[in-house]
């Protein structure tokens, strides 16, 4: 269902209108709330370059405490592939929660050199704690390290 379906242009244009809206403030996050608020979700876009151009896939993920992010894929994906022909491939993982008609809420990117792991115990505990959600095999795990995290909070001044 596209966004015309669900919200009539009508309403979309006059609630995203290019005007000021001052009861709101954006306000830049710590390293350590923005990966808590990436660790609250189960989903992100994970975004790496093909062919000289942006390609973003949608996964989930889990956090780890040092901050790496860990998705589980396919050995014949896009994401894989890279990985595997790369071991320097940077990536970017972004995942956010946003109320559309409150206008509040967060925003997290990570980027970071993304590797395939190949311990065979780690690889046994993510394929236990990271189910897919598509009735695809996922036979890979690939974490990203966190060297770069900014994360932005959208919220209500009066709130």
């Excluded at 009861?23 to 990966?35: F, I, N």
């Excluded at 994906?77 to 559309?100: G, H, K």
């Excluded at 690889?123 to 009735?135: G, N, S």
Aim: net charge negative.
């Amino acid at each position: 269902m596209s966004t015309s379906e669900l919200w009539p242009a009508e309403e979309r244009s006059s609630e995203f209108a290019a005007t000021s809206h001052p009861a709101h403030a954006v306000v830049e996050l710590d390293r350590a709330t923005a990966l808590d608020l990436l660790a609250s979700v189960p989903i992100g876009r994970v975004v790496l370059s093909r062919n000289a151009l942006p390609a973003i896939h949608l996964v989930n993920h889990l956090v780890e405490a040092d901050g790496r992010i860990v998705v589980r894929t396919r050995l014949t994906s896009m994401l894989t592939s890279s990985v595997r022909a790369n071991s320097d491939v940077v990536v970017a993982y972004q995942a956010d929660e946003i109320d559309p008609h409150q206008r509040t809420g967060w925003s997290v990117v990570v980027t970071g050199l993304a590797r395939p792991v190949t311990d065979p115990e780690r690889i046994a505990r993510y394929e236990q704690l990271l189910h897919p959600w598509a009735d695809r095999m996922m036979d890979t795990v690939i974490e990203i390290e966190a060297s770069i995290v900014s994360g932005i909070r959208l919220v209500d001044k009066a709130g």
